[in-house]
């Protein structure tokens, strides 16, 4: 081997180190998605730093041949969402394309990674340019327009927020967020359909008579997810 190859090859292995090194240094992927996204996507990925949350997400305007994971869909009267790992999706054509979150939806579970943020004493749930508000109304959370955030903390307060008489859940299986996301909004049109009752939509039910049908409502709940391998309460 003459001096000239040596040094060459010293030099290609040096530059492949470095960047290497570089790679290892970049801000992790989020939920699943490597930087870049799954094949088909128009556009890059974007780094969220907002309120230190420091995830990875498909930049809006990106499209894909397929939804990732096993979406929640939406009906809203400007068209069908998907929702799906903290991403929003809307149908173009043959394709989807990544969107805005619809200011107004209540979702069954918040994105699998998320940070919270106290505005004036109450709590925000931040992923994605997008923030969620708890409903014990509605159990679930609200997709709302963004706060002013003058005064932010990211620092929990000495009371917890109102948590509402939602069913919790743990994955027994290792079921993906996606899918516990499907599992829950699931069974929570079973129970609906079971019971004849609904807790997100308003009801005229007297005292007694609401108290005993949430209480069916929580029991098809937890029985419809521990059939689907999930720990529920």
């Not at 499209?63 to 969402?81: H, K, L, W």
Request: glycine residues 12%; proline residues 11%; neutral net charge.
């Amino acid at each position: 081997m003459s001096k000239r190859t040596w040094v060459m090859g010293c030099s290609a292995a040096l530059l492949a180190l470095a960047l290497v090194g570089n790679a290892a240094a970049q801000p992790q992927q989020h939920g699943g998605y490597e930087r870049g996204g799954p094949a088909g996507y128009g556009h890059a990925d974007h780094y969220d730093a907002r309120y230190s949350h420091n995830r990875y997400y498909p930049s809006h305007g990106g499209v894909v041949t397929a939804v990732p994971g096993r979406a929640v869909v939406f009906e809203r009267p400007g068209g069908r969402y998907y929702y799906s790992g903290g991403v929003w999706y809307a149908p173009r054509g043959p394709n989807f394309v990544v969107v805005a979150a619809p200011v107004g939806v209540f979702v069954p579970v918040l994105p699998p990674y998320y940070t919270t943020i106290w505005i004036g004493g109450f709590p925000y749930y931040y992923a994605n340019d997008s923030y969620y508000v708890w409903s014990s109304a509605q159990n679930g959370y609200e997709v709302v327009a963004p706060p002013d955030d003058q005064g932010a903390s990211t620092q929990a307060p000495m009371q917890p927020p109102p948590q509402g008489d939602q069913v919790y859940m743990y994955p027994q299986n290792g079921q993906p967020p996606e899918q516990q996301a499907q599992d829950k909004y699931e069974c929570h049109k079973w129970a609906s359909s079971q019971t004849g009752f609904d807790p997100t939509q308003p009801n005229n039910l007297p005292p007694d008579q609401l108290n005993s049908t949430r209480a069916e409502y929580r029991r098809a709940m937890v029985a419809c997810l521990q059939g689907r391998g999930y720990s529920a309460r």
